[in-house]
T-cell receptor, first 115, second 114 residues
Framework: GNSVTQMEGPVTLSEEAFLTINCTYT??????LFWYVQYPGEGLQLLLK?????DKGSNKGFEATYRKETTSFHLEKGSVQVSDSAVYFC??????????????FGTGTRLTIIP | AAGVIQSPRHLIKEKRETATLKCYPI?????VYWYQQGPGQDPQFLIS???????DKGSIPDRFSAQQFSDYHSELNMSSLELGDSALYFC?????????????FGPGTRLTVL
């Protein structure tokens, strides 16, 4: 079945540092890939997505590229801010064109940015 | 923009009691999903509905049931509550006529079982 392996945390960085959170997946077909972010005490917010190989999702300075050859979807940001402190989840969607399939999440990576 | 609405936001129950969680999807979204997130855990898929029919089922205990109504809102019914049911329960919705692969999550219902 589908699975997601995500870089374990917690990760602590200084403000303006470069961020990489690794995510690899196992799936059949061509699943959609997502990064969700969860701020303290809040729900899951969609950060970015990619639906096919070599697609790059981007939002709020974060980027991730769908790499089918390495089955990876690593999250990167060039210069993190204190407000980026949150838990980040990599997620795997369905492979059908119809969609409407459950998400499989990684274990989450807690990111703390210190001023 | 309208988001997914969940109620209640917080719920405290005793063991063996029942609980009902409600979810109101984004307007014109026809698919609803339920996830359970234990403390420090990743969300686990419970069940989903498309056009009022169950479309997929995950690790949902037999003590739980859910349905989607004609107005597309959904309810998760939980009976014989156990301490281990304490978790954050998320509802998400998606629109099948727009690819259907992007799920938008509600703020969650935090259930505490004492």
């Amino acid at each position: 079945g589908n699975s997601v392996t995500q870089m374990e945390g917690p990760v602590t960085l200084s403000e303006e540092a470069f961020l990489t959170i690794n995510c690899t997946y196992t799936a059949t077909g061509y699943p959609s890939l997502f990064w969700y972010v969860q701020y303290p005490g809040e729900g899951l917010q969609l950060l970015l997505k990619a639906t096919k190989a070599d697609d790059k999702g981007s939002n709020k300075g974060f980027e991730a590229t769908y790499r089918k050859e390495t089955t990876s979807f690593h999250l990167e940001k060039g210069s993190v801010q204190v407000s980026d402190s949150a838990v980040y989840f990599c997620a795997l969607g369905g492979s059908s064109n119809f969609g409407n399939e459950k998400l499989t999440f990684g274990t989450g990576t807690r990111l703390t940015i210190i001023p | 923009a309208a988001g997914v609405i969940q109620s209640p936001r917080h719920l405290i129950k005793e063991k063996r009691e029942t609980a009902t969680l409600k979810c109101y999807p984004i307007p014109r979204h026809d698919t609803v999903y339920w996830y359970q997130q234990g403390p420090g855990q990743d969300p686990q898929f419970l069940i989903s509905f498309y056009e009022k029919m169950q479309s997929d089922k995950g690790s949902i205990p037999d003590r739980f049931s859910a349905q989607q109504f004609s107005d597309y809102h959904s309810e998760l019914n939980m009976s014989s509550l156990e301490l281990g049911d304490s978790a954050l329960y998320f509802c998400a919705s998606s629109a099948s006529d727009r690819g259907g692969d992007t799920q938008y999550f509600g703020p969650g219902t935090r259930l505490t079982v004492l």
